[in-house]
């Protein structure tokens, strides 16, 4: 079983033990919204753009308000059971990041942070997604963010110019490579170490 999948399945299960009014990491959500979420951009993702696309968020909030309606145990089984079969080619692009980020979502909903070990091929994929997650969220950053996982070569973020012009001026973030994912798609519930100038550090947080 390929990780995303055990990720599905674990979540899945976890779903189910907290049931639907459990806290998540996703601000505003709770389990009930998280599991909406993760069944309408699989199930129904003509009625997902407005997690991407402003112009259409009031139509996917009134999908996922639907969807939330029905019966949570049956939302979560229905989703667990996998992808639509037009999905199952791209599951592992799709969902590798996804269903391990909403799984912490979950775990660290209360704010126990326990980070989980993987094998340095999960890190490695879970580096991939940072790094690309993480162009996004601060590729408008002037000073570079440099992440810095162990027993992987490091990750350069935002603004390269700062590290031509000023060779130290760098905010570097320390962490497993799934704390530096979660810490880029804007979690603060992680296990990071954040050194540099105070003012370029409270930057990068801003952006977060």
């Not at 912490?104 to 993987?118: A, L």
Request: proline share 7%; charged share 30%; with cysteine.
């Amino acid at each position: 079983m390929s990780f995303e999948q055990k990720e599905r399945d674990k979540l899945a299960h976890l779903l189910l033990k907290v049931g639907p009014d459990a806290p998540t990491l996703c601000e505003g959500w709770t389990t009930a919204d998280l599991a909406a979420h993760l069944y309408l951009r699989e199930r129904k993702p003509y009625l997902a753009g407005g997690y991407f696309l402003p112009a259409l968020k009031s139509l996917t909030d009134e999908a996922q308000a639907k969807v939330k309606q029905r019966q949570y145990s049956d939302v979560v089984d229905e989703w667990a059971a996998g992808p639509p079969v037009f999905l199952k080619p791209v599951d592992k692009a799709m969902n590798t990041s996804e269903h391990f980020i909403h799984h912490e979502d979950v775990r660290r909903g209360g704010g126990e942070v326990v980070p989980r070990e993987f094998s340095r091929a999960v890190e490695g994929d879970l580096l991939k997604a940072a790094k690309l997650m993480g162009h996004l969220s601060l590729g408008k950053v002037d000073v570079p963010v440099v992440l810095t996982p162990p027993n992987h070569p490091p990750l350069t973020l935002g603004g390269k110019r700062g590290v031509a012009d000023q060779g130290d001026r760098v905010v570097r973030v320390s962490g497993d490579p799934g704390e530096l994912l979660l810490w880029v798609t804007g979690r603060d519930a992680v296990e990071v170490e954040i050194d540099g100038d105070r003012a370029d550090t409270n930057k990068v947080k801003r952006r977060l």
